[in-house]
């Protein structure tokens, strides 16, 4: 079955680093590839997508751009603050015939010290 | 925006009982409601996913017999968890999706499951 694999399952920075948080993914067709957020306490956060082969998605200065050919989708930001500090999930959409399915990775805590 | 609601925010129940959960949409309409269990270590399960107008789909290792789901319109669904034991706590996650083809799930703060 589709399946969304992190690499990292944790990433430790100081503030103003540059992030990178692998995400490869298999399916068979082709799906829609998302970032989500969860803070402590809450449910995942909608951070953005990516619905075709070389789209970027971004949002709040973290972007990602959908790769066919390497099957990845690697979350990406600048220089981190420590308000970034979370919980970050790879999900691929299986949205069709069977309904809407979202498929998420283990996730990779990212800490930002001050 | 649009808001998913869930409660109660945490329930303890005793071994053996159960234990229902309910998951409200505000702001818009929720055609498809997913149920998920996240784990301690922070994996998510895929529990079921409801469509309005369709069967509701179980994922493999859980069934209807043990987490019933009602979702009887396009604001509100609710999954029981019968006879909970220990293996069943955890975070239960509701997400839901509206029409439209850029529509994407939004979440509840789910509701924390302790059994004891």
């Known amino acids: 079955g589709d399946s969304v694999t992190q690499t990292e399952g944790q990433v430790a920075l100081s503030e103003e680093d540059f992030l990178t948080i692998h995400c490869n993914y298999s399916?068979?067709?082709?799906?829609?590839l998302f970032w989500y957020v969860q803070y402590p306490g809450e449910g995942p956060q909608f951070l953005f997508r990516?619905?075709?082969?070389?789209e970027k998605g971004s949002s709040r200065g973290f972007e990602a751009t959908y790769n066919k050919e390497t099957t990845s989708f690697h979350l990406q930001k600048a220089s981190v603050q420590e308000s970034d500090s979370a919980v970050y999930y790879c999900?691929?959409?299986?949205?069709?015939?069977?309904?809407?399915?979202?498929?998420f990775g283990t996730g990779t805590l990212l800490s930002v010290k001050p | 925006g649009a808001l998913v609601y869930q409660y109660p925010r945490r329930t303890i129940c005793k071994s053996g009982t159960s234990m229902r959960m309910e998951c409200q949409a505000v702001?818009?309409?929720?055609?498809?409601v997913a149920w998920y269990r996240q784990s301690p270590q922070k994996t998510f399960e895929l529990i079921a996913l409801?469509?309005?107008?369709?069967?509701?789909?179980?994922e493999q290792n859980f069934t209807q017999e043990k987490f019933p789901i009602s979702h009887p319109n396009l604001s509100f669904s609710s999954m029981t968890v019968l006879n909970a034991y220990l293996e069943d706590r955890g975070l239960y996650l509701c997400?839901?999706?509206?029409?439209?083809?850029?529509?994407?799930?939004?979440f509840g703060s789910g509701t924390r499951l302790l059994v004891i």
């Open positions: 399916a068979s067709g082709y799906p829609a």
């Open positions: 702001g818009f309409q929720a055609t498809s």
């Open positions: 409801s469509t309005v107008n369709s069967a509701i789909k179980y």
């Open positions: 999900a691929l959409g299986d949205y069709g015939g069977s309904g809407n399915k979202l498929i």
């Open positions: 990516a619905s075709r082969d070389k």
């Open positions: 997400g839901a999706i509206g029409q439209g083809w850029d529509s994407d799930y939004t």
